[in-house]
Each structure stands twice: as C-alpha cells, then as structure tokens.
C-alpha cells in the first residue's frame, strides 16, 4: 500500500462507475470481466464488438496510464507456476459457480442493489482473504 494515493483512487473508481454505467445505460450491458470474455468464447449472434472492443479499452487504459503517469504497476516475481495455474482455475471455476465476478457483482450488482451479488462479492473478499493469509504466512509465497 506504500504507493496508494486518494485522488488516483478516487479518479479511478469515477472512471469505473462512469464506464460501467455508460455500459448499462446505453448498450444493457453488465461490465463483468468474465461475462465479457466468456461471451467471447461462446458468443451470441452479433454480440462480439463490443465485447473486443471492451476487452481492448482495458489493454489501452493500462498502456494510457503509463504515457500519462511513466509507471506501472509493480510486478511480483517469485510464485511457484503451479500455485499460478491452480489459482487460475480456482479463480474460473468460482466465477463460473457465481455467475459472475467481482467486476459484475461488486461493481455492476452491488449497485443495483442485487442480494446475490452482495452474497457473491462478501464470498469473494473473505476467501481472497482467507487466500492471502494461507500463501503468505502458510505456505510462503510472496511478501
């Protein structure tokens, strides 16, 4: 947390509401990450542009940030390739189990006031933390 900064953060979290809104607002969409993606690979009839499209601004707002600012952010080195892959999947089965993920149900549910993804964004953070814990102090992976 040494490089957090509340206007970044606030900016940031305007920029998502403001976008996920738009999304809503003018196409009927939700703004979750693995619904998009997901749509990819098993899209509906002329249902594939925006959802490239999305994917791309997300490519391009990280590469945006860096002209703008000249950082990124950091990276961590160090994890074993095959905790990497379990949490991959572990990450894709739970979001498929939800029917979502934390884009959808934190940002796009929580907002709309929707029980379910209260549920499903509470599970996500306790097993994130839960998560934390065991590889660091547990297994002892990363700083």
């Given at each position: 947390m040494t490089n957090f900064t509340p206007v970044s953060a606030l900016v940031g979290g305007l920029l998502i509401g403001l976008s996920t809104s738009l999304l809503l607002w003018l196409n009927g969409r939700i703004a979750g990450i693995s619904g998009v993606l997901g749509g990819l690979l098993w899209p509906g009839s002329g249902d594939r542009a925006w959802r490239w499209l999305f994917l791309a601004?997300?490519?391009?707002?990280?590469?945006?940030?860096?002209?703008?600012?000249?950082?990124?952010?950091?990276?961590?080195?160090?994890?074993?390739?095959?905790?990497?892959?379990?949490?991959?999947?572990?990450?894709?089965?739970?979001?498929?189990?939800?029917?979502?993920?934390?884009?959808?149900?934190?940002?796009?549910?929580?907002?709309?006031?929707?029980?379910?993804?209260?549920?499903?964004?509470?599970?996500?953070?306790?097993?994130?933390?839960?998560?934390?814990?065991?590889?660091?102090?547990?297994?002892?992976g990363g700083s």
């Open positions: 601004g997300l490519v391009l707002g990280g590469g945006g940030y860096y002209l703008v600012t000249g950082t990124t952010a950091p990276v961590r080195l160090g994890f074993p390739v095959p905790l990497l892959l379990l949490a991959g999947f572990l990450t894709g089965f739970g979001t498929a189990r939800a029917n979502g993920c934390t884009s959808g149900h934190g940002v796009c549910g929580l907002a709309r006031l929707s029980l379910r993804s209260l549920v499903a964004t509470a599970t996500f953070l306790s097993v994130a933390i839960a998560t934390t814990y065991v590889v660091r102090h547990v297994v002892g």
